[in-house]
């Protein structure tokens, strides 16, 4: 016996919506980019466990600062010498009150640079700092 | 007449590549996203002039030398059994403020470390002192 089926459904997908649905997800991703602006110093990053890291949790409001092995202070792709460390991040304080200092030094440098770092910063008054790390655990 | 004519020419704008297009900056973007995020130990400097007072024995000394060994409370311990100890101290008094002192030659590295133990034993209050 053969079965002849009742009714013929016809399946398809509607596309008519796809360019709005595309579009939607393209304004998603235009909104949500930051480019990648600097490239900084060659450091090695330390290493902390990943329940002590927390994630910063927007780029836009982040500063970068590398300090590689020796010493040498780069702030947005540009280098400094100590001195100077406190007016630039001044002028970046000043612009953004939500400012996020990422430090990302090298875990060969000793804590007398560290600390001088430290008191430039709060002279800026840039006191919020994250020290840029690896995970590891 | 010529004059005429001209109105029957209306201007389009093709829409049939709008999807190619906006599918190709799709791309693009997807492509320049970068999802991960900075992650690191997060810290509050004090503010300039805002030094306080408090009692001594709210006070935990950590204290790294230039050979960097650590010392807890005038004993010295491994990195690893900061941890353990803070926490204990932390549930004995929970306004506990740890001091963090430094030698100018003590590795930044260790530092982090002895940070990551104090943060992995969820002690807030960390203060960095200077000489």
């Known amino acids: 016996m053969k079965f002849s089926r009742k009714t013929k459904v016809k399946t398809e997908i509607p596309t008519s919506s796809m360019p709005d649905i595309i579009f939607m997800l393209l304004i998603f991703f235009m909104v949500t980019t930051v480019m990648k ?35 040498t202070i780069c702030i947005n792709d540009k280098t400094y010498k100590i001195d100077d ?31 001088s770092l430290h008191q430039e910063m709060r002279k800026a008054d840039a006191l919020k700092i994250n020290y840029s790390t690896k995970t590891i655990g | 007449m010529l004059v005429e004519n001209r109105k029957k020419h209306v ?50 000394n950590i204290l790294i030398n230039a050979q960097n060994k650590v010392m807890i409370d005038k004993e010295i311990v491994d990195v690893s059994a900061i941890k353990p100890l803070i926490k204990q101290k932390i549930t004995a008094n929970d306004k506990l403020i740890v001091s ?15 940070v990551d133990q104090l943060k992995l034993a969820n002690a807030t209050r960390i203060s960095i002192a200077n000489q």
Not at chain 1, 52 to 71: F, M, N
Not at chain 2, 30 to 42: E, R, S
Not at chain 2, 104 to 110: L, M
């Open chain 1, 85 to 115: 460390v406190r007016t630039v991040m001044w002028g970046i304080r000043a612009a953004d009150p939500q400012l996020i200092v990422s430090m990302k030094m090298d875990k060969g440098l000793k804590m007398e640079t560290v600390n």
């Open chain 2, 100 to 114: 963090l002192k430094t030698a100018p030659q003590t590795s930044y590295e260790t530092y982090l470390k002895v």
């Open chain 2, 11 to 60: 201007g389009e704008i093709p829409t049939s590549s709008m999807a190619d297009i906006a599918f190709l900056l799709l791309v693009f973007f997807l492509v320049t996203t970068t999802i991960d995020m900075d992650k690191g130990l997060g810290i509050v400097l004090p503010a300039e002039g805002q030094e306080t007072e408090v009692s001594k024995k709210n006070i935990t």
């Open chain 1, 37 to 71: 602006e600097f490239d900084g110093l060659p450091v090695l990053l330390p290493s902390a466990h990943k329940d002590a890291i927390k994630k910063l949790d927007t780029k836009r409001h982040v500063t970068h600062v590398w300090v590689d092995r020796l010493g």
